[in-house]
């Protein structure tokens, strides 16, 4: 099968190139700076051609806007929801019009208005505190109504070894400062980049998602706050010189509330594809592991 992974440059980008090397599929990676095949998604007809001659038969979409809180500058509005939403209707209509598949990452900030205190199911309404959460919102939408086979995989928290992420921020702070604040009242569960990578290479790789289209939840097993999810960096880091406080948001004002309470049912997705996740704490040791080789 040729499979196509656009934004290939980011984390989960990465983390699909390495997983790629070890599969009997063949995969294109594109994105819009150097280094790699350029593919522009918000351009339907510059889609439709790239499909057409590598014969692509599923494309997993790792593009995206991710910066919070700048999508809530007006100026930028149109082209968040471009990127968010446009880009992966066109995907799915090119999909759509070769009979093949769509993966598509989504976030668990499609939630986050109403209080609940449950693990959130993939068919719990979208109530998104920010343009981000709206426009991947409106993404999930389009893909749907398009008709083509698709599977929208929601996660959270994603970290790696690359780009710019919490894991790596917080390996620097508490390296270089005495003392740090990070919010206890903000709850979910971390995602490394590379599990999920591996998820999404077994459901592709097994042909599994032949008559199951639908909205799955991904992220790593288990339950931590910001502040736990610090103490456990700085504890495989062997970083224990800064001391780490706990603190509340209100104490970091932001654009956007983010959700107070974001756990993902992974339930349907281990059911379904036979996934299994990894606890996240295992996990976060070796993302610190291989950066610490790097």
């Not at 042909?207 to 939840?217: D, E, K, L, T, W």
Request: proline share 4%; glycine share 8%; with cysteine.
């Amino acid at each position: 099968m040729n499979i196509l992974v656009t934004g290939a440059n980011g984390q989960l980008g990465n983390e699909m190139q390495i997983c790629a090397k070890g599969s009997r599929d063949n995969y294109f990676f594109t994105d819009v700076c150097e280094g790699y095949e350029h593919l522009d998604i918000t351009d339907l007809a510059a889609v439709r051609e790239y499909i057409r001659k590598n014969n692509i038969e599923a494309i997993v979409n790792c593009a995206a806007w991710t910066n919070v809180d700048g999508a809530e500058d007006p100026s930028k509005y149109e082209l968040v929801e471009t990127l968010n939403a446009t880009a992966p209707e066109n995907l799915a209509i090119a999909m759509k019009e070769v009979e093949g598949l769509l993966v598509h990452i989504s976030t668990d900030y499609v939630f986050g208005k109403e209080p609940y205190n449950t693990p959130c199911k993939e068919d719990q309404t979208g109530t998104p505190t920010g343009v981000y959460g709206l426009t991947k919102l409106h993404g999930e939408q389009k893909i749907i109504a398009t008709g083509c086979n698709y599977v929208i995989i929601r996660t959270a928290w994603l970290y790696s070894e690359f780009g710019k992420n919490f894991c790596k921020t917080m390996l620097g702070l508490t390296a270089t400062k005495p003392e740090l604040k990070v919010v206890f009242d903000q709850v979910g569960t971390p995602t490394y980049a590379l599990d999920l990578a591996t998820a999404i290479c077994k459901i592709v790789s097994e042909r599994s998602f032949v008559g199951n289209s639908g909205i799955y939840h991904f992220s790593n097993e288990g339950v931590c706050s910001w502040y736990d999810f610090t103490k456990m960096i700085q504890f495989f880091s062997g970083q224990t010189d800064c001391n780490v406080l706990p603190c509340h948001s209100s104490e970091f004002p932001s654009p956007v509330t983010r959700p107070a309470y974001s756990v993902l049912d992974k339930t349907k997705i281990k059911e379904t594809f036979g996934v299994e996740v990894p606890y996240w704490t295992d996990s976060l040791m070796k993302c610190i592991e291989r950066l610490k080789e790097d």
